[in-house]
C-alpha cells in the first residue's frame, strides 16, 4: 500500500525561538527560512506578526520570498491578531492564518475566564473572519490534551464548519502520555462527524521527554499534520523534533503507512544551521544529528559494522547529507573551496560577503596551524550577522592588566558614529568587570551583566571561542555575542554588541508587549 502523505509544519521561527536565549534577528530568521525551503518543509510558520514591529517584519519578508513552501502566522482569535497575520502574508505564494484559542478547563477558569459557549462563539467568529483575508485556515483548541474530550469534540466540528481547513491538537504543556494521545486523535475521528472535511494536526510539547512519541502515535491513529522544529527547539523543554519525525517515518514507513516529502540530505546542513544562529548547540549524542548519532566506538560494534554496516546503523547518514570526506581548509585555499563548504554548512552568501569570509580566513589561517568546520561557521557568523545596522559604538582596542592580590584594571578606547576616539579605565571585582566598567563609563549607561558564558567554536589549542553575555539596562535585557581567539578583546566585544543593541532599541522605543505563548 502507498504511504499517505504527512504535512510537516514546522515552528522554528515561532515556537522554537520562544525557547529561552533563542531570539534571532531578521536576517537570520530569512535565512534558516530559505534552508527549510530548500528541505522542502510544508509549511514553515515565520512568527507571530502582532507581537512586535520586527516579527512581523520578519514574517512579511519570509512571506515574500520563499517559494514552495506555505507560509503562516499565528494569531490569537482576535480580529487585531488575524488582521496583522492577513497583511504580514499578502505576498505569499501559499499564505496560512493559524488561529489559537484556550479550550481546557484550567485555562477558560483561570486565563480566559470564559463559559464553553463563549470559547466556541470566539473559535467561530475568529475563524470566519480568517476566511475573509485567507482560505488556509489553520485553528488549535490550546491545551487540547487536557481539554475535556467531548467539548474539545464540540469546539472542533464547530470550526471545521466555520471553515478551517486544518484542526491543530497541541499537547501545550507536554501532559500527555503516548497511548493517551494516540486514543485522542482516534477519539476524534470517530467523534468529530465532519472531520473528513480537515486535516488533523499535533503539535507536540517535550515536557516529560515524549513529545516525538506522541506525535508518532497520533500519526498512526490518523493525524496527517506534525508541527515540530529544528533539532527540537521550542518553549520550556521544547518541541518535536523535526528530523527525528521524518527519520522515523522514513525508516518505519511500512509501519506508520504515511510518509514525508522533505529532502533528508538537507537535515543535517539545517541541524548546524540553526544551531548556530541560535547558540544552542546539539547534544553529542542526540538521536539523527547528534556527533555521535553514526558513530561507533565499541570494539564489538566496529567489527559487526566492518562486516556489515546494518549490523549496528538502522540509517545511512548519507541520508541526512553527513559525508565521509572533510573539505580541509587552510592559507593555501581558493575561493571556490571556501564557497564549497559554505553551500555544505547550509549558508547562502553575496559576493561580498563571501570574500570578507574569505579575507578574515586568510588571517584566521596565519593564527592557526588547522582549519576547522566550526572555525568557518564562526566567520561566517561573525560577518554576516554582526547587525551593523544597530551600530553606535565600535570597539578600537582594550587592554587589561590583572595580577594577584591586586585590582584588576582595564581601559577601552570606542569609535562612536562620527568617528570620534573615546578613552576610559575602570576597575572591577575581576578583568570582565573592569572592561565592562570602562565601556559604561564611555556610553553613559549603567548595565548589569546577568550571565557569562565562553563556548568553544572551534578546535585545537588555539580554537576560536564564543562569549555571549545577556545584560539589562531598565528592564531590558539583551544578548551579546563576541567570537575571536582572544578573551579579553572577545568579552570586550560582545559588551560592546549588547550595548549597541541597547542603544539601539532606546533610540526605536518600546515594541510593547502581548502574549506571545502561542500553542
Same mark, same amino acid.
Given at each position: &500500500?502507498?504511504?499517505?502523505?504527512?504535512?510537516?509544519?514546522?515552528?522554528?521561527?515561532?515556537?522554537?525561538?520562544?525557547?529561552?536565549?533563542?531570539?534571532?534577528?531578521?536576517?537570520?530568521?530569512?535565512?534558516?527560512?530559505?534552508?527549510?525551503?530548500?528541505?522542502?518543509?510544508?509549511?514553515?510558520?515565520?512568527?507571530?506578526?502582532?507581537?512586535?514591529?520586527?516579527?512581523?517584519?520578519?514574517?512579511?519578508?519570509?512571506?515574500?520570498?520563499?517559494?514552495?513552501?506555505?507560509?503562516?502566522?499565528?494569531?490569537?482569535?482576535?480580529?487585531? +491578531?488575524?488582521?496583522?497575520?492577513?497583511?504580514?502574508?499578502?505576498?505569499?505564494?501559499?499564505?496560512?492564518?493559524?488561529?489559537?484559542?484556550?479550550?481546557?478547563?484550567?485555562?477558560?477558569?483561570?486565563?480566559?475566564?470564559?463559559?464553553?459557549?463563549?470559547?466556541?462563539?470566539?473559535?467561530?467568529?475568529?475563524?470566519?473572519?480568517?476566511?475573509?483575508?485567507?482560505?488556509?485556515?489553520?485553528?488549535?483548541?490550546?491545551?487540547?490534551?487536557? *481539554?475535556?474530550?467531548?467539548?474539545?469534540?464540540?469546539?472542533?466540528?464547530?470550526?471545521?464548519?466555520?471553515?478551517?481547513? *486544518?484542526?491543530?491538537?497541541? +499537547?501545550?504543556?507536554?501532559?500527555?502520555?503516548?497511548?493517551?494521545?494516540?486514543?485522542?486523535?482516534?477519539?476524534?475521528?470517530?467523534?468529530?462527524?465532519?472531520?473528513?472535511?480537515?486535516?488533523?494536526?499535533?503539535?507536540?510539547?517535550?515536557?516529560?521527554?515524549?513529545?516525538?512519541?506522541?506525535?508518532?502515535?497520533?500519526?498512526?491513529?490518523?493525524?496527517?499534520?506534525?508541527?515540530?522544529?529544528?533539532?527540537?527547539?521550542?518553549?520550556?523543554?521544547?518541541?518535536?523534533?523535526?528530523?527525528?519525525?521524518?527519520?522515523?517515518?522514513?525508516?518505519?514507513?511500512?509501519?506508520?503507512?504515511?510518509?514525508?516529502?522533505?529532502?533528508?540530505?538537507?537535515?543535517?546542513?539545517?541541524?548546524?544551521?540553526?544551531?548556530?544562529?541560535?547558540?544552542?548547540?546539539?547534544?553529542?549524542?542526540?538521536?539523527?544529528?547528534?556527533?555521535?548519532?553514526?558513530?561507533?566506538?565499541?570494539?564489538?560494534?566496529?567489527?559487526?559494522?566492518?562486516?556489515?554496516?546494518?549490523?549496528?546503523?538502522?540509517?545511512?547518514?548519507?541520508?541526512?547529507?553527513?559525508?565521509?570526506?572533510?573539505?580541509?581548509?587552510?592559507?593555501?585555499?581558493?575561493?571556490?573551496?571556501?564557497?564549497?563548504?559554505?553551500?555544505?554548512?547550509?549558508?547562502?552568501?553575496? +559576493?561580498?560577503?563571501?570574500?570578507?569570509?574569505?579575507?578574515?580566513?586568510?588571517?584566521?589561517?596565519?593564527?592557526?596551524?588547522?582549519?576547522?568546520?566550526?572555525?568557518?561557521?564562526?566567520?561566517?557568523?561573525?560577518?554576516?550577522?554582526?547587525?551593523?545596522?544597530?551600530? *553606535?559604538?565600535?570597539?578600537?582596542?582594550?587592554?587589561?592588566?590583572?595580577?594577584?592580590?591586586?585590582?584588576?584594571?582595564?581601559?577601552?578606547?570606542?569609535?562612536?558614529?562620527?568617528?570620534?576616539?573615546?578613552?576610559? *579605565?575602570?576597575?572591577?571585582?575581576?578583568?570582565?568587570?573592569?572592561?565592562?566598567?570602562?565601556?559604561?563609563?564611555?556610553?553613559?549607561?549603567?548595565?548589569?551583566?546577568?550571565?557569562?558564558?565562553? &563556548?568553544?567554536?572551534?578546535?585545537?589549542?588555539?580554537?576560536?571561542?564564543?562569549?555571549?553575555?545577556?545584560?539589562?539596562?531598565?528592564?531590558?535585557?539583551?544578548?551579546?555575542?563576541?567570537?575571536?581567539?582572544?578573551?579579553?578583546?572577545?568579552?570586550?566585544?560582545?559588551?560592546?554588541?549588547?550595548?549597541?543593541?541597547?542603544?539601539?532599541?532606546?533610540?526605536?522605543?518600546?515594541?510593547?508587549?502581548?502574549?506571545?505563548?502561542?500553542?
Amino acid at each position: &500500500m502507498k504511504p499517505e502523505k504527512l504535512i510537516i509544519f514546522d515552528t522554528t521561527l515561532r515556537d522554537g525561538e520562544q525557547c529561552p536565549g533563542a531570539s534571532l534577528n531578521r536576517k537570520e530568521k530569512l535565512e534558516i527560512a530559505r534552508q527549510l525551503a530548500l528541505l522542502k518543509v510544508d509549511v514553515i510558520e515565520a512568527g507571530f506578526p502582532v507581537a512586535s514591529p520586527g516579527d512581523f517584519d520578519s514574517v512579511r519578508e519570509i512571506a515574500t520570498e520563499i517559494k514552495g513552501s506555505s507560509v503562516a502566522g499565528l494569531a490569537r482569535a482576535l480580529e487585531k +491578531d488575524i488582521e496583522a497575520s492577513a497583511r504580514a502574508l499578502e505576498k505569499a505564494e501559499s499564505p496560512r492564518i493559524h488561529i489559537f484559542l484556550s479550550t481546557s478547563k484550567t485555562h477558560r477558569d483561570h486565563k480566559l475566564l470564559k463559559s464553553k459557549t463563549e470559547i466556541i462563539k470566539m473559535a467561530t467568529d475568529a475563524v470566519r473572519f480568517g476566511k475573509k483575508f485567507c482560505d488556509d485556515i489553520e485553528f488549535s483548541p490550546e491545551d487540547a490534551s487536557r *481539554t475535556e474530550p467531548d467539548f474539545l469534540y464540540e469546539v472542533v466540528e464547530a470550526v471545521i464548519d466555520a471553515g478551517a481547513t *486544518t484542526v491543530n491538537i497541541p +499537547d501545550t504543556v507536554g501532559y500527555a502520555i503516548p497511548d493517551e494521545f494516540g486514543g485522542l486523535i482516534a477519539g476524534i475521528k470517530k467523534n468529530v462527524p465532519n472531520i473528513d472535511n480537515a486535516i488533523i494536526s499535533v503539535h507536540c510539547h517535550n515536557d516529560l521527554g515524549m513529545a516525538v512519541a506522541n506525535s508518532l502515535a497520533a500519526v498512526k491513529s490518523g493525524a496527517r499534520q506534525v508541527e515540530c522544529t529544528v533539532n527540537g527547539i521550542g518553549e520550556r523543554a521544547g518541541n518535536a523534533a523535526m528530523e527525528e519525525i521524518v527519520m522515523a517515518l522514513k525508516t518505519r514507513r511500512e509501519f506508520f503507512g504515511a510518509d514525508t516529502r522533505i529532502d533528508t540530505k538537507h537535515i543535517m546542513t539545517c541541524s548546524r544551521l540553526v544551531s548556530s544562529l541560535t547558540g544552542f548547540f546539539v547534544q553529542r549524542n542526540k538521536a539523527i544529528v547528534g556527533k555521535n548519532a553514526f558513530a561507533h566506538e565499541s570494539g564489538v560494534h566496529q567489527d559487526g559494522f566492518l562486516k556489515k554496516k546494518d549490523t549496528y546503523e538502522i540509517m545511512n547518514p548519507t541520508e541526512i547529507g553527513l559525508e565521509s570526506s572533510e573539505l580541509v581548509l587552510g592559507k593555501h585555499s581558493g575561493r571556490n573551496a571556501l564557497a564549497s563548504s559554505i553551500r555544505q554548512l547550509g549558508y547562502q552568501l553575496t +559576493d561580498t560577503e563571501l570574500n570578507e569570509v574569505f579575507n578574515d580566513l586568510k588571517v584566521l589561517a596565519d593564527e592557526k596551524k588547522e582549519i576547522f568546520e566550526e572555525d568557518i561557521l564562526a566567520l561566517i557568523q561573525k560577518q554576516k550577522f554582526s547587525e551593523d545596522s544597530l551600530f *553606535t559604538y565600535k570597539l578600537k582596542w582594550v587592554k587589561c592588566s590583572f595580577e594577584s592580590g591586586k585590582i584588576p584594571e582595564a581601559s577601552v578606547v570606542l569609535i562612536s558614529l562620527d568617528g570620534k576616539e573615546h578613552e576610559s *579605565t575602570a576597575t572591577g571585582d575581576g578583568p570582565v568587570d573592569s572592561i565592562c566598567n570602562a565601556i559604561d563609563r564611555i556610553t553613559g549607561l549603567s548595565c548589569k551583566l546577568l550571565d557569562y558564558q565562553v &563556548m568553544s567554536k572551534t578546535k585545537g589549542k588555539d580554537a576560536q571561542g564564543e562569549i555571549t553575555v545577556r545584560v539589562s539596562h531598565e528592564n531590558r535585557e539583551v544578548l551579546g555575542k563576541g567570537i575571536g581567539v582572544n578573551t579579553i578583546e572577545t568579552s570586550a566585544f560582545a559588551y560592546v554588541n549588547a550595548v549597541n543593541k541597547l542603544l539601539f532599541k532606546s533610540k526605536s522605543g518600546p515594541l510593547g508587549s502581548c502574549d506571545i505563548s502561542g500553542p
